[in-house]
C-alpha cells in the first residue's frame, strides 16, 4: 500500500508593513518603495483618523473620541459604523492584504499605531528632545539641531480647520519653543555665541513673554561683549512684562541688566559718564537707606545726607549736559 501525503500550499504569512511618516509639512507615508500622500489614504476622514493617530503614537484612541474630533456635534447617527468602514479603507491603503494585522491596530473600542511599525518624525523630535536634556552641551547640541531640523515645517501642512489639529500644533509648538531655548542655552555653553542669539530671537518670535528665552538672548549679549543691545533688550522685556503681566523681570535678568549697565558705564563715551553718575547716585542711596535709623520716619523736609546731595547734584549736571549734547546733534 502506498503512503501519500497531502502536500497542499500552507499560508504563508503576510509581513508586516512598516511605516515611515511625516507629519511635519505635507503628509507622506511610505511604506518599503511606495510612498502615499494624503490624497491617497481614501479621503479626508480616513487621513484625519491617520493624523489622530500619528499624534497620538503607540496610545490607544477610543471610538467614541475619534467620532468626537471628527464629527464634534454634528456627529451622524451612523457615526460608528461610518468610522469603522473608514479604518477599513485606511488599513487597505496602509497594510495591503494584511486586514487587521499591522501597524493599524485594533484595541478594546478604539485604535492605535503600533511604535515598532511605525517611524514619525514628529515622534523623532520628541525623543531627541528628550535625549538632549538629559546629556552635556557637547553631545546635546546636535541632538538639538536634528530635532530643529526636522520640525523645519509647519506641523500637519494638509490640516488647516480641524481644532484637533490647532490643538496638536498648539502642543507641539511649546515643545519647539523649549527646543529653541535649550539650543541657545547649549550653544552658548559651547561658546557659539552667535547661533544662541539667533536661537533665543527665534523662541522670543514664538513666545514674546517667555522669560527664559528673554535671559538666553541677554546672556548671549553679554557673553558677546554688546553691552548696549543687551540694556536694550533688557528694557523691551520690562516693557513687556510690564505690558502685559503686570509684572517685572526676575532676579537673574535683573543682576544680568545691573552687570550690563556696570560694564557699560566703565566704557568710554557720554553714555558711560551717564551710567557711571547714575550708578554712584544708586550705590550712595543705597548705603544711605541702610545706614539710617530704621524707626526715625522719612519726611519731605528732611535734608540729604550730604554725599548723597553733592551725587544727586553731579549726577543731574552729567545727564543735563548729556541731554543738552544729543538735541543739539539731533
Known amino acids: 500500500m502506498t503512503i501519500g501525503f497531502d502536500i497542499r500550499e500552507q499560508p504563508t504569512a503576510t509581513p508586516m508593513a512598516h511605516l515611515s511618516v511625516h507629519v511635519f509639512g505635507n503628509l507622506s507615508v511610505r511604506r518599503g518603495s511606495i510612498v502615499l500622500h494624503a490624497h491617497q489614504l481614501g479621503g479626508p476622514k480616513p487621513r484625519q483618523i491617520l493624523e489622530i493617530l500619528l499624534v497620538n503614537l503607540g496610545l ?7 467620532i468626537e474630533l471628527l464629527w464634534g456635534a454634528s456627529a451622524p447617527v451612523e457615526a460608528l459604523p461610518t468610522l469603522e468602514s473608514y ?19 485594533t484595541t478594546t473600542g478604539g485604535y492605535v499605531l503600533d511604535r515598532e511599525l511605525v517611524d514619525v518624525d514628529l515622534d523623532q523630535f520628541d525623543v531627541l528632545l528628550q535625549r538632549a536634556q ?5 553631545l546635546a547640541y546636535p541632538l538639538l539641531l536634528r530635532a530643529l531640523d526636522l520640525a523645519a515645517a509647519p506641523l500637519l501642512g494638509d490640516e488647516l480647520l480641524p481644532a ?49 528665552a528673554w535671559t538666553a538672548l541677554i546672556l548671549g549679549l553679554e557673553a558677546s561683549g554688546r553691552h548696549a543691545e543687551g540694556l536694550q533688550a533688557y528694557d523691551r522685556c520690562r516693557r513687556a512684562m510690564q505690558d502685559e503681566l503686570g509684572c517685572a523681570p526676575g532676579p537673574i535678568l535683573r543682576a544680568a541688566q545691573l552687570r550690563l ?32 535709623p530704621a524707626s526715625r520716619p522719612a519726611t519731605t523736609t528732611s535734608p540729604r545726607p550730604v554725599p548723597v546731595a553733592d551725587s544727586l547734584r553731579e549726577a543731574t549736571d552729567v545727564v543735563t549736559s548729556f541731554l543738552r549734547r544729543a538735541v543739539a546733534r539731533a
Open 60 to 66: 490607544p484612541v477610543s471610538k467614541d473620541r475619534l
Open 87 to 105: 479604518v477599513s479603507v485606511l488599513r487597505r491603503h496602509l497594510q495591503p492584504g494584511a486586514g487587521k494585522f499591522g501597524p493599524l491596530q
Open 134 to 138: 538629559k546629556t552635556i552641551p557637547g
Open 164 to 212: 484637533w489639529a490647532t490643538e496638536a500644533r498648539d502642543l507641539h509648538a511649546a515643545r519647539l519653543t523649549s527646543a529653541r531655548i535649550l539650543a541657545s542655552e547649549t550653544a552658548a555653553a559651547l561658546h557659539r555665541i552667535d547661533d544662541a542669539l539667533d536661537f533665543a530671537n527665534l523662541a522670543l518670535v514664538d513666545e514674546p513673554l517667555n522669560e527664559r
Open 261 to 292: 549697565l556696570h560694564a557699560t558705564a566703565d566704557g568710554d563715551g557720554d553714555l558711560a559718564d551717564v551710567l557711571s553718575a547714575l550708578l554712584m547716585l544708586h550705590d550712595q542711596l543705597q548705603a544711605s537707606t541702610a545706614s539710617g
